[in-house]
């Protein structure tokens, strides 16, 4: 059967290299399920989580927005940042957790709500993730 | 002559800067072997995201309304990212930035207004401030390794500044890794994206939702990436650059050990040779 290769690339490295039968990722529009033999595809994914089928295992990535692009069975998400769910610090991520909700609460004029709402959202995807 | 002590004295503490000096050439050359891997590893996501970047904006048609990113615009203020280290003892690699940026300013402007300068790194801060170029933004205290989250926010802010269309193009400054003996001053147009490698487009992607709407995502990420990946080129630049001052400091000290060892000896053998004259001179005037 085929299978699709898939990579994670962030500017910090490649976090993802490995052959699976089936991702699914969200879009903008709603969740995107990739099978192998897919047409060349590119676009836009939220902060969520990136679920990769292999046989009956799942795996997830954490991943804070990117692109997904697909082209040859080869499929290749570029992320400014990308976690495995069992590399994910969930103590980092529930300081981080925290301190955006404090943000949010604060009613100050000097916080910049639209980043700290986003820092919220990447936290609890990431402890999503993890657990 | 200087005394015996005086350059017995000298001898020791050279010797004490070689050690300093030897160390510092080590450190920094396992700093540059991080610094050159990390830069290696944000090169397959930079490619990624050209060759993407340059797949959009060719399938877009010609008559299409194109992205401002993508379309040069008269330009009355440019942005200057400069990128220099925090600290100095690396040779000729922060001079040579600096004096690449007076001299382009020098020439491209008449007035201040026409530029901006984004200084990462102390010594361009520094620099700056003291010639009285303006600064909008700064960095100080990068660390020795940075990661993509460390930089997000001064790049975001910088391209916003030109979607804002408070500059109208913004030059990257800094010095590019050839290898661990040869780097080189480089400025680099970020914005707006013109150097896209026309390239043979064999696949017809799909686009969801659109083109436009990606590119509105994607450009800001491109230019993003592009400046974090000149930083993590001028981080490699700046240890393997630091490395070859500490290997010549090193040298130049052992060259003065040598010379001084020399002159001690001598004045060593003339204090003996003295001391033999008198002793003869005082036995033959007892005679």
Redesign the interface.
């Known amino acids: 059967m085929n299978t699709l290769s898939v990579s994670v690339v962030t500017p910090d490295g490649s976090v993802l290299n490995d052959q699976y039968d089936m991702v699914i990722c969200v879009t903008e529009r709603g969740e995107i399920g990739i099978l192998p033999n897919h047409i060349p595809l590119i676009t836009p994914l939220i902060i969520s989580a990136i679920r990769l089928k292999k046989g009956d295992q799942i795996e997830r990535v954490a991943i804070s927005g990117g692109f997904l692009e697909v082209s040859n069975n080869e499929l290749t998400i570029l992320a400014q940042s990308a976690e495995r769910g069992s590399e994910i610090d969930v103590e980092r991520a529930k300081r981080a957790k925290e301190r955006a909700e404090r943000l949010l609460q604060s009613k100050q004029d000097n916080v910049d709500f639209h980043r700290a709402e986003l820092a919220l959202k990447r936290a609890m995807n990431r402890l999503d993730v993890a657990n | 002559m200087a005394s015996l002590r005086e350059i017995k004295s000298r001898i020791t503490s050279t010797t004490k800067m070689k050690q300093i000096t030897a160390a510092m050439e080590l450190v920094s050359a396992s700093k540059m072997n991080r610094a050159v891997q ?1 830069a290696k ?2 090169e ?3 490619k ?2 050209k060759e ?1 970047v340059t ?2 904006a060719q399938s877009m048609d010609e008559d299409e309304v194109k992205h401002p990113m993508l379309q040069p615009r008269e330009v009355k203020r440019t942005g200057y990212i400069v990128i220099t280290s925090d600290r100095g003892l690396a040779g000729a690699f922060n001079s040579n930035v600096l004096r690449h940026l007076l001299q382009t300013v020098n020439e491209r402007h008449s007035s201040p207004d026409e530029y901006t300068i984004i200084a990462i790194g102390r010594v361009g801060f520094d620099f700056c401030n003291k010639q009285n170029l303006p600064v909008s933004h700064s960095i100080i205290g990068m660390a020795d390794h940075p ?3 460390d930089i ?1 926010d001064l790049a975001k802010e910088t391209v916003q500044m030109y979607v804002a269309e408070e500059i109208d193009e913004l030059v990257i400054l800094y010095n590019h890794y050839v290898s661990a003996i040869s780097q080189k001053t480089t400025d680099l147009t970020l914005l707006p994206i013109v150097d896209l490698d026309e390239q043979e487009t064999k ?7 659109n083109q436009e ?2 590119l509105e ?2 450009l800001p ?1 491109y230019a993003e ?1 592009l400046i ?2 000149s930083l993590l080129s001028s981080k490699a630049s700046e240890h393997a650059a630091r490395m070859t001052a500490m290997r010549n400091a090193t040298d130049n000290a052992e060259e003065i050990i040598e010379e001084l060892t020399l002159s001690y000896n001598r004045a060593r053998q003339g204090e003996i040779t003295q001391e033999i004259s008198e002793i003869i001179g005082g036995v033959s005037a007892l005679e």
């Not at chain 2, 696949?203 to 939702?209: G, I, K, R, V």
């Open positions: 990390n590893s944000y397959e996501y930079g990624k995201i993407i797949h959009i990661t993509f989250s997000h696949l017809e992607y799909e686009y969801e939702p709407e990606i995502t994607l990420q990436s974090f990946g």
